[in-house]
């Protein structure tokens, strides 16, 4: 029983959470920052709609019973298998975009959203400052968004190709 609800767990929301990182990651957050001070917009309706919670609650959970799972199976010999590297490259591969979603990608979205919040409270145009720390926080979501995307994407290929590999 256990294993079945930890795969449940494992699987729905990994699948949410790496779809909705490579989505966010590869195409989102450029458009968002190509569109300039307008992108902030956007990206202030996303954060209201609390999507760093959603995607902390997804990335929680996908690692806590990916972790568990991992528990179950590891032993020396399952390592060596196919599987089991396999395995153990996709976790660590999902293991870095928690990390990197976490450490930078959270405090920047929510630094991003802030700082709208204060220019839009003034009410008019950003000062050049707040218009280069926007731009220097967009760069850096951008680009913290595309190593979540590509590893959430390697993770979910070295998932899915573990079943197909020789024991």
Do not use: D
């Not at 979205?109 to 839009?120: D, F, T």
């Amino acid at each position: 029983m256990e294993l079945w609800v930890l795969r449940l767990i494992h699987i729905t929301c990994s699948v949410l959470w790496g779809g909705w990182t490579a989505m966010v990651g590869l195409f989102l957050l450029p458009a968002i920052a190509e569109a300039g001070p307008a992108g902030g917009a956007v990206m202030a309706g996303v954060m209201k709609r609390r999507f760093t919670l959603w995607m902390n609650l997804l990335g929680v959970l996908s690692v806590l019973s990916g972790l568990r799972l991992y528990t179950i199976y590891a032993n020396a010999e399952w390592l060596k298998s196919g599987p089991g590297i396999s395995l153990t490259l996709g976790a660590v591969l999902a293991l870095v975009a928690f990390g990197v979603g976490h450490a930078v990608s959270r405090p920047t979205a929510v630094r991003m959203y802030v700082l709208q919040g204060s220019i839009k409270a003034v009410g008019g145009p950003p000062s050049a400052e707040q218009a280069g720390e926007l731009q220097r926080l967009a760069g850096r979501a951008v680009l913290a968004g595309r190593v979540n995307a590509w590893c959430s994407v390697g993770a979910a290929l070295c998932m899915a190709a573990s079943r197909f590999l020789p024991f």
